[in-house]
């Protein structure tokens, strides 16, 4: 994503700019609508200055907001890679914890647990 700074410029353009993202083109087209607006004499300048901290504040937000999904799934990912090793590899305990953190497993109530009896049973049974 381009920068609050980038976009702003762009929207000082004649010309619309290509290439850029629907929020990208968003803030642009809300960034020229306010200016006309001032020129127009539709807005004073203080409440101009306001929309546009507005939007600023709307775009950085979108921008957290895409970051936090971007490396979500880059963790899904990761841990797809890992559970595939798991399922092959490893102990009940571990199958168990990654069931638990990718949804398809949910406890309920503490008789599920694992207790630390039930966990040495389990390793010394060939």
């Known amino acids: 994503m381009k920068t609050f700074e980038e976009l702003t410029e762009l929207a000082k353009l004649e010309e619309?700019?290509?290439?850029?993202?629907?929020?990208?083109?968003?803030?642009?087209?809300?960034?020229?609508?306010?200016?006309?607006?001032?020129?127009?004499?539709?807005?004073?300048?203080?409440?101009?200055?306001?929309?546009?901290?507005?939007?600023?504040?709307?775009?950085?937000?979108?921008?957290?907001?895409?970051?936090?999904?971007?490396?979500?799934?880059?963790?899904?990912?990761?841990?797809?890679?890992?559970?595939?090793?798991?399922?092959?590899?490893?102990c009940e305990l571990c199958r168990k914890v990654l069931k638990i953190i990718d949804g398809r497993l949910r406890l309920e109530n503490r008789e599920e647990s694992f207790s630390s009896s039930q966990l040495n049973e389990k390793e010394t049974e060939p």
Request: net charge positive; proline share 1%.
């Open 16 to 90: 619309f700019p290509d290439k850029l993202t629907g929020m990208e083109s968003l803030v642009v087209y809300s960034l020229q609508g306010i200016w006309l607006a001032c020129k127009a004499k539709k807005l004073d300048k203080e409440t101009g200055k306001q929309a546009y901290r507005l939007i600023q504040l709307a775009y950085d937000h979108a921008q957290t907001e895409q970051m936090i999904h971007r490396n979500a799934c880059r963790m899904r990912v990761e841990l797809a890679r890992v559970n595939r090793d798991v399922e092959l590899h490893g």
